[in-house]
């Protein structure tokens, strides 16, 4: 892989992720921004254990000291969850992070750049962002979108998150050239929901998932690969419900003045009030699940390279 001059001096990567990637072995990134609210060490380190159950290392991504973190320890997520008002850094905002020399927790757009950098195929989140509710007046697009056209990886979630334009999203993801499909179903998950009636193409083993991805660089040179996963049928969230609440909390919102980035978390209450908390079980579940099939995924690759190495391919 081609690495920018310093490159070595900024990425401060483990032992143990810098052995498995060294070894082709399967590696997931996962990103430190849902760390910042998470109550405890418990989850963030749940989720690293389901990577490993799949058969793959776990990769948590983050900032401190002037340095890309790959493959976090305890103690540096422990840093992040820790520090009062940590900054979420995404793609645009890595190069002020790293010179400031501030603790960042990584978003999704900046977890994959990062990830990409230290040789790492494959990422898992709960929800990618996406083109929010209102666009066509605000232009409020989550910045995950563009950086999936920039970033050579495979992206395991649960769609994008409930609160966002699930269509509008499918269709920005088209325009741009980024394949989506969708893991034992023909229907876009919509994170808590589990499908609507927008199409994605379908697959039903991992190492299809593989090949197409590795297709797809090698005929595209590139680019972000989204495979999504239903959250569990026992955890999903009435859509109807989930609907009607983020419109109440839309007009609320208007009539109050909530505006900008306020906007999401308040959607967000909303949600989590109507369903009567039913959205935390269910966002662990997704986390959980997302690593458990990246990790999955991970070890399919690697798989589908053993088998293009043998052919010469």
Known sequence: MARMDGMDALLQVSEEVAAAVAEKRPVVALESSLITASPSLELPLAIEKSVRDAGAVPATI???DGRLLVGMDADQIERIRGT?????????????????????ATT??????????????????????????????????????????????????AGAKSILDARLTAEYLETAGVPVFGYGTD?????????????????????????????????????TVLLTVPVDEEQAVDGALVEGAIAQALAEAERTGVTGNKVSPFLMRAVSRATGGRTAAAGRSILLGTARV????????????????????
């Open 62 to 64: 983050g900032v401190a």
């Open 84 to 104: 009062t008002h940590v900054q979420k850094v995404s793609a645009r905002d890595l190069g002020a992070a790293v010179a400031g020399g501030s603790v960042g």
């Open 108 to 157: 999704v757009a900046g977890t994959i750049v990062i990830a990409e950098l230290a040789g790492i195929e494959v990422f898992a989140t709960a929800g990618i962002g996406g083109v929010h509710r209102g666009a066509q007046q605000t232009l409020d697009i989550s910045p995950d979108l563009l950086q999936f056209t920039r970033t050579r990886m495979t992206v395991v979630s």
């Open 187 to 223: 229907r876009l998950p919509h994170f808590y929901i589990r499908g609507g009636d927008i199409p994605v193409a379908r697959v039903d083993d991992l190492r299809t998932a593989a090949r197409a991805a590795r297709t797809h660089w090698l005929l595209n040179g590139g680019g």
């Open 294 to 313: 990246a990790g999955e995924l991970a070890v399919a690759l690697g798989a589908e390279r053993a088998v293009a190495a043998g052919a010469g391919r």
